[in-house]
């Protein structure tokens, strides 16, 4: 069986849907003739955890752990407790100086992230156990995309096949304009990733769009192989809910700048014009929750429709998915980003619960709801759309039928995209590759 080697800053018990893209990567890898070895850390600074992760993983997948210099950790001590309450610290939020000081020196100091200290000693330490455990591909995943470096250190050195694994944007990422970097930093870090697109095997993406960017960047191939849904998780029917409720949820962390304020807006409307809905809307928030929110749901009046679930772990938010009347999926209100593909996305169609998207309605998520007919994708500011589908999918529960969807969702399987990726494996370790493939 051939070997691959998977650099990894996340990895359970850390939760989240970069996480789950290569835990089910590496279930389903030996199946089709490569076993997987993951290097990770061993004390990362995880924002959110999923210990029931772990048990995704098979037995015969061997992790190696090493220590990490982790700034975050000395961030948060220094920041108190409010550093740990907001989703995001990155974003156009007001910031105090102790904040407005730490995003310099994060932006200036660690380039091109907070985890680039763990490039040196990595590769020390890869260099050594290749050479009496040699594999045949190296794949980096990130953000944190200092792991890149890692893998192009190794590749230069050892002549191994290398693939990095790009599951968001590295200099259009939209956060980024919100970090004060210097002319001299931003020159370094796009360097930096030019360097990645241009000295690798192959890229690989995870959406269409960001592939055509990249593609449009470098000369190397660029494969896409988006996040997907495990059928596993979703094994044996599930109704929603019959408890009365309009239920709306969403699951996930929910942040600040991605506060759909029209939504809510339409929904108090709603409220306001038909006392039915009202009483029956349930607003599930499964997830991290920043308190912009839940302040902006209580400026419409909707408090007390709002169930706070707070974090749970994977095999609990399907379950809430499953269960639900119309899925709610916000993008972040942002320009850039329109080529991203939430993961959480893939199982919201695998919960065949119509959804509701925000954001651009000519963007990567909105391709994917129509090629699916899982949902619609709004503009964040359309009041008019937002309360047609709301009313539409209320009307179909008022007259005691549920909403559900049918669209073919089969490419998106664990399964096909494992498939798809041994594939580009293949091509990859056997040499030299040309024109760039997609995932389907």
Excluded at 107 to 119: C, I, S, T
Excluded at 318 to 337: F, I, K, S
């Amino acid at each position: 069986m051939k070997r691959v080697l998977v650099i990894a800053y996340y990895w359970p018990p850390s939760g989240g849907s970069g996480v789950q893209r290569w835990v089910k990567f590496c279930k389903y890898l030996p199946l089709e003739g490569w076993q997987p070895v993951v290097y990770a850390p061993e004390n990362a600074a995880y924002p959110s955890l999923d210990p029931s992760l772990e048990a995704e993983v098979p037995a015969s997948v061997e992790v190696i752990r090493r220590p990490i210099l982790e700034p975050y950790g000395i961030y948060r001590k220094i920041m108190g407790k409010g550093a740990s309450q907001q989703v995001t610290e990155i974003s156009s939020g007001e910031k105090t100086w102790k904040q407005k000081l730490s995003l310099w020196i994060r932006a200036n100091l660690f380039v091109p992230d907070p985890r680039v200290g763990w490039v040196c000693p990595s590769v020390r330490f890869l260099k050594k156990y290749l050479a009496e455990h040699p594999v045949d591909v190296i794949v980096t995943t990130g953000p944190p995309h200092s792991v890149h470096l890692i893998g192009q250190r190794l590749h230069k050195a050892l002549g191994i096949p290398w693939i990095p694994d790009f599951r968001d944007p590295w200099s259009r990422m939209y956060y980024l304009k919100y970090l004060p970097m210097t002319d001299c930093t931003w020159r370094k870090l796009r360097r930096q990733e030019q360097a990645v697109l241009d000295e690798c095997s192959m890229v690989l993406a995870c959406t269409p769009l960001v592939q055509e960017e990249f593609q449009a960047q470098t000369h190397t191939p660029v494969a896409c192989i988006t996040n997907g849904f495990d059928e596993e998780d979703f094994a044996g029917r599930l109704l929603p809910r019959r408890d009365g409720h309009f239920n709306l949820t969403h699951t996930g962390l929910f942040a600040a700048d991605g506060n759909p304020l029209t939504l809510w807006k339409v929904l108090g409307r709603m409220a306001a014009d038909i006392p039915a809905f009202r009483e029956a809307l349930r607003l599930r928030l499964v997830g991290r929750v920043d308190k912009e929110i839940l302040d902006a749901i209580a400026q419409e009046g909707l408090s007390g429709n709002v169930v706070e679930l707070g974090p749970c772990n994977h095999a609990e938010a399907v379950r809430e998915q499953r269960a639900a009347t119309v899925l709610l999926l916000p993008l972040r209100n942002d320009p850039q980003y329109r080529p991203i593909l939430p993961g959480k996305l893939f199982e919201y169609l695998a919960s065949r619960r119509p959804v509701l998207g925000i954001g651009q309605p000519d963007g990567a998520m909105a391709r994917v709801l129509a090629e699916t007919k899982a949902g619609v994708t709004v503009d964040w500011a359309d009041a008019a759309a937002t309360r047609s589908f709301l009313e539409s999918a209320w009307n179909q529960f008022v007259n005691g039928s549920v909403p559900a969807t049918k669209g073919d969702i089969s490419p998106y399987t664990r399964r096909a995209t494992t498939h798809a990726l041994a594939e580009l494996l293949e091509r990859v370790q056997k040499g030299p590759v040309s024109p760039p493939s997609e995932q389907n």
